[in-house]
């Protein structure tokens, strides 16, 4: 397992996701794509690398006379960690409520993630799991 800090921000996770699917870039490849359609500036896609590249996300190495970037860390596990983020967030430090309005919403935007939500309830009360 890579040890690593995630994105911060959206605009460090659009980065992230750009360089999962271009696989290698250099900072100029991502400003183009990315930085110059937002309206930002070349030093904000290289600040924006280095930091990624600080937080373990991403790879450096040198390509001629440039440096290209690629990902360190798979996707699903950013992801991951991201949404246990929110969750956090979201369920503060009185949870009920909170989980109560998220079955709810759950079943308002789709009645079968109900199901799907209580079989991953029944996996992590499983004896066996681990976790």
Known sequence: MVNFRPPADDLEFAVLTLLWELRTASVRELHERLGVPAGNVYTTTAKVVDRLRDKGLIARRREGNAYVYSPKVDRREVERVRARQLMSRFLGPVPHAAVAALVDAVSD?????????????????????GS
């Open 109 to 129: 935007i789709d009645p079968e993630l109900l199901d799907a939500l209580e079989r991953a309830i029944q996996s992590k009360r499983s004896p066996g799991h």
